[in-house]
């Protein structure tokens, strides 16, 4: 399955807040200080003094309370903040810049108390989590002398050596809200927790399949994935690939042996073999049902094909996308108050399911329930884009 990069408004946002933020920075090399200037875009932070990080490591002073959103380790290296940045060792930068909330604040603390650097580096998001909890600084500091267990008991997670051993095997290129409700999610469960720990190494691919698809935990996938480099997009992808595949093997309600065939592969490529396997199967069965009951008409779907989204009608075209696309389309073809969408762009065909409330199909309550490309690969920002403007402009206009 192909990915493709697809980012909310919220993510725009934040980058656009960031980007404002980060030119606003002085460096003061006589007071080894890092200014920024937050009035316009955080006013009720004013102007933000950052000590050096020689200056955090000495420090006596209480640990300010500093903006929670504030990306600073995200931020480019231009001249100014590079200065501040340069002193700070490149793996507590690394380690702290993986969690979107609460830099400044975990790399103070890692500065500030030798504990915190230690757990920084052993299980970064025990610290993070520990940072973030919303308790004082001298809590805090109560807590770092004692068993790691008991510090996960505290900020909400089982107080168990198996806490402490999933946490430390975790291996994330970052932490943002999908990724946090995942590790909450395999916490939470002592079966994915307990099956958990046969894994040396959890990247986000192993951590994402576990909170998933709890049934493929230390299955030969499972371990390989664990090994394999990997980025959120190949996470999303994976995902929707497996889903894809358990929703059409239930469908054909296939014998457990011939399912346990995604469980024994090593890598997705074997699984996407898999399921166009048993697309093709699926695809034959059904137009054979309705050739039963329907007259056959050939589809002339490609010649129909535009930049302006069409609904499609026939089940002769629902197969011929499914099979352009690798995608089950099919399986919703009977599905009350759904249909599909379809429209081509230069990169190429794209199809949506599109459900709503009204008897009508094109009513103004719409819900995109799925939206495939060639390969069955996931849209970007520009098929959605596309999909949202075609859908505002069906919506009734006002007087």
């Not at 960031?18 to 030119?23: P, V």
């Amino acid at each position: 399955m192909k990915t493709a990069l697809s980012l909310n408004p919220s993510e725009v946002q934040q980058k656009q807040l960031q980007k404002q933020l980060s030119k606003s920075c002085f460096w003061d090399e006589v007071e080894q200080t890092l200014w920024i200037d937050c009035r316009k875009v955080l006013p009720e932070f004013g102007v933000l003094n950052v000590p050096s990080w020689d200056s955090l490591t000495m420090s006596s002073s209480k640990i300010p309370a500093y903006p929670n959103n504030l990306r600073i380790l995200d931020w480019s290296n231009y001249s100014q903040i590079s200065y501040w940045r340069k002193q700070i060792p490149q793996w507590v930068h690394d380690s702290c810049a993986l969690f979107p909330t609460h830099q400044l604040s975990l790399l103070h603390y890692a500065g500030k108390y030798p504990q915190v650097l230690e757990l920084l580096d052993h299980s970064p998001m025990l610290a993070w989590r520990l940072i973030t909890a919303g308790l004082e600084e001298v809590d805090i500091v109560a807590l770092l002398s004692g068993k790691r267990q008991i510090m996960a008991g505290q900020v909400g997670w089982p107080e168990k050596v198996e806490t402490v051993k999933f946490l430390r095997n975790l291996r994330l290129r970052l932490v943002n809200d999908e990724i946090a409700e995942q590790i909450e999610i395999c916490l939470m469960d002592e079966q994915r927790l307990t099956a958990l720990q046969t894994l040396p190494r959890i990247n986000s691919m192993a951590l994402s399949l576990a909170a998933r698809f709890p049934e493929l935990i230390g299955c030969k996938l499972h371990h390989a994935l664990a090994q394999l480099p990997c980025r959120p997009m190949q996470c999303q992808s994976m995902v929707a690939l497996l889903e894809d595949a358990y929703r059409l093997a239930e469908a054909l309600t296939l014998p457990h042996a011939e399912i346990d065939k995604i469980g024994n592969c090593r890598y997705l490529v074997e699984v996407t073999q898999v399921y166009q396997a048993w697309l093709k199967i699926g695809c034959d069965e059904f137009v054979r049902e309705m050739m039963a009951i329907n007259s056959e008409k050939k589809s002339n779907l490609e010649q129909r094909l535009s930049a302006e989204p069409k609904v499609m009608t026939s089940w002769q075209d629902w197969v011929e996308v499914s099979r352009l696309q690798q995608h089950a389309w099919w399986l919703d073809y009977s599905t009350n108050a759904q249909g599909l969408v379809i429209w081509q762009d230069k990169v190429g065909v794209w199809c949506a399911l599109i459900s709503q409330d009204s008897d009508e199909f094109l009513g103004d309550l719409q819900t995109i329930v799925r939206v495939r490309g060639e390969e069955n690969c996931l849209p970007g920002a520009k098929p959605l884009s596309d999909l949202h403007l075609w859908q505002a402009r069906l919506l009734p206009q006002g007087d």
